[in-house]
């Protein structure tokens, strides 16, 4: 803002002048004060819908604010008692939608993780319930909600990196998608179930195989 001493001679035009800068200093400095504005707010939701006949359903709710999500899941019919892994996926070529009998490339009757990436993309985030929330954690079972009596009540807020990704997410192009199918109904995940999953051949594939998805829009 420039400041300009206006001087025309003496008596009343310098008062003028000198009351005019100090009108201008004292805006100045007002406007210097005022708080920053606060991040805006999106709201994005999802209803989950059941993926490999797991009988689930449940609901997203993601309240963004700026780079920050205050992440909200209500699940119900999920095998009881067990870890669920569960994260937003994105990916810039993928279809970034959730996918479908179609997408069963082995015609083995089932979705395993891979057959549903081209759809749904890689991890972008691990919906854990503590520590690391990055792809790393993808595979963290220990912090992943274990769903008593089949519910699942999650809260957490996750933060995003700032740029296009971020931007797609709040566009509606984030997906959900919470893992865990008990194929063989006994209760654990076991390897009699569907075999080994095709993420690490340690792990059952029931652990891996998508239960939910859900579209954020």
């Known amino acids: 803002m420039q400041h300009r001493k ?19 200093q004292a805006s100045s400095a007002t406007e210097s004060e005022k708080p920053a504005a606060a991040p805006s707010r999106v709201h994005l939701q999802a209803d989950l819908d059941s993926l490999n006949d797991s009988g689930a359903s449940g609901h997203v709710h993601a309240e963004f604010k700026g780079r920050k999500a205050d992440v ?3 699940a119900r019919g999920l095998a009881k ?20 009998v179609y997408d069963d490339a082995n015609n083995d009757l089932r979705l ?15 919906l854990t ?13 220990d912090r992943f909600p274990t769903t008593p009596k089949g519910v699942e009540k999650y809260e957490r807020v996750v933060n995003f990196a700032p740029g ?3 931007r797609a997410i709040k566009s509606g192009k984030g997906v959900v998608v919470i ?7 006994n209760g654990e995940y076991d390897f009699d179930g569907a075999g080994a ?3 690490d051949p340690g792990l059952p594939a029931e652990a891996t195989d998508p239960a939910l998805c859900g579209v954020l829009r």
């Open 6 to 24: 206006l001087y025309a001679g003496l008596g009343g035009m310098v008062l003028a002048g000198t009351v005019a800068v100090a009108g201008i």
């Open 72 to 74: 909200r899941i209500n």
């Open 81 to 100: 008692n067990l870890p669920h892994a569960q994260h937003l996926h994105f990916g810039a070529d993928a279809r970034n939608e959730c996918p479908s």
């Open 112 to 126: 395993n993780v891979a057959e549903g990436v081209p759809a749904y993309g890689p991890i972008l985030k691990s």
């Open 129 to 141: 319930t503590s520590g690391d929330t990055s792809p790393k954690s993808g595979l963290a079972v």
């Open 164 to 166: 296009a990704v971020l």
């Open 179 to 185: 893992h865990g199918v008990d194929h063989n109904g």
């Open 197 to 199: 999953s095709e993420l």
